[in-house]
């Protein structure tokens, strides 16, 4: 069993900054690819960013890349999502997840049927 907190969502102005932690526990966490996604009302959850378990290879959706960073520290058991340059339209409860096969080429982990374990989510408002 793997247990996933978010934390570090908000309320920001168009153009602000976040950054968003996802805390891991139950398993060693330096095993585990993970990933972020999003899913704003009314739509579909889609992929943000993945990171393999490493932190090697990382892997971004077209709409948030050189804006946002995933990153990991496996010595703290926890991920993050540095948001910058924000945009009314990332307005979505963010969620991470964790695919506990270390073997899967990252760019397949923007498929959330590849993960196993997923947050509760945190909910990221972005003002005009």
């Known amino acids: 069993q793997v247990q996933l907190v978010e934390s570090g969502g908000g309320l920001v102005q168009a153009g602000g900054s976040l950054r968003l932690s996802c805390a891991a526990s139950g398993r060693t966490f330096s095993t585990y690819n993970m990933g972020w996604f999003r899913q704003a009302p009314g739509k579909e959850r889609t992929f943000v960013a993945a990171?393999?378990?490493?932190?090697?290879?990382?892997y971004y959706a077209d709409s948030v890349k050189g804006r946002f960073t995933i990153s990991r520290d496996n010595a703290k058991n926890t991920m993050y999502l540095q948001m910058n340059s924000l945009k009314p339209e990332d307005t979505a409860v963010y969620y991470c997840?964790?695919?506990?096969?270390?073997?899967?080429?990252?760019?397949?982990?923007?498929?959330?049927?590849?993960?196993?374990?997923w947050g509760q989510g945190t909910q990221v408002t972005v003002s005009s």
């Open positions: 990171i393999s378990w490493s932190g090697g290879t990382t």
């Open positions: 997840a964790a695919d506990l096969y270390r073997g899967r080429s990252t760019i397949r982990l923007v498929n959330s049927n590849e993960y196993d374990y």
